[in-house]
């Protein structure tokens, strides 16, 4: 049985495809996460939505932290994660599903490790490849047996917010290599790496970036073109728990803290894994 974590973005709040859920507050030593849990396909499915289920929560004001070591302590073991974003890259028009490969980093001030040296707790973790790549191919097999509108690849522009970009940042973000651009993945991402927890990130293009557009981007229309792509959503993520089939790439994500002697959840006063 694998125990999965869905984390949805802007437009993908509501769980409740999933059956019957049970709520819950897990408390970590970062403050408390709210998760649904569920069960599909005979695996267990923790749903959390990264701006609190009512939308109340700005991107910069997330717990992160408290999130991941929250699916860490249920002992979810991989977390497929669903952002909306702008493109930077006319390749990729809105509806394009994105399987990222890699992250450009502009955020400013959140705070992005578990080992701040608390308690003599120092980590540094290789980030090399920011997604693993045992689920981006189990997403990818995925949204090819959807017939959705998708990228293999695709580098993930993360900004602060909670404003848009202006014109001059897309451009200079298009030119560094970026095609899209959100504000959540990070630190989401590396996170969920030192927690020794396999990531994957499925981007979902709403809109065209600044300045790429005929006129002006409005919360309101990135969420109406998630609550558009929903249905395409939520059979990405039914046919990703469904999905058991083998996996032809191999990943480290569990042991990415080997040489520290692993994550361990009692070394930040939070309780073992919850059974």
């Known amino acids: 049985m694998r125990k999965i974590g869905i984390i949805g973005g802007t437009g993908v709040e509501d769980a409740s495809s999933f059956g019957r859920l049970t709520a819950l507050t897990v408390d970590t030593p970062f403050g408390q996460a709210h998760c649904l849990k569920g069960t599909a396909a005979g695996h267990e499915i923790y749903f959390l939505a990264r701006h609190g289920l009512d939308h ?3 991107p910069h004001k997330i717990n992160y932290r408290a999130n991941i070591f929250a699916l860490k302590k249920l002992g979810v073991t991989e977390i497929l994660s669903f952002t909306a974003v702008g493109s930077l890259n006319r390749g990729l028009p809105p509806g394009t ?4 490969t890699q992250i450009l980093d502009f955020t400013k001030s ?3 490790t578990f080992f701040n040296g608390e308690n003599g707790q120092v980590a540094h973790v290789d980030f090399a490849q920011p997604y693993c790549p045992a689920l981006r191919e189990r997403l990818i097999r995925c949204l090819v047996k959807l017939g959705l509108r998708h990228s293999k690849q695709g580098t993930y522009v993360v900004t602060e917010g909670p404003r848009y970009e202006t014109a001059a940042e897309v451009r200079m973000y298009g030119a560094m290599g970026g095609d899209v651009a959100g504000m959540t993945n990070m630190p989401e991402a590396v996170l969920a790496r030192e927690a020794e927890i396999c990531y ?4 979902v293009v709403t809109n065209m970036g600044s300045g790429l557009a005929a006129r002006a981007l409005s919360h309101e229309e990135v969420t109406e073109a998630m609550e558009k792509l929903g249905k395409q959503i939520l059979s990405v993520i039914e046919a ?3 999905d058991d089939g083998p996996l032809t790439h191999s990943c480290h994500c ?3 803290l080997q040489e520290y002697g692993g994550f361990r959840l009692e070394a930040f006063g939070g309780d073992k894994k919850e059974e």
């Open 56 to 58: 109340s929560v700005p």
């Open 97 to 100: 599903f994105v399987a990222t």
């Open 110 to 112: 959140r705070v992005n």
């Open 200 to 203: 994957a990130n499925c981007s």
């Open 240 to 242: 990703y728990v469904q």
């Open 254 to 256: 569990a042991q990415a």
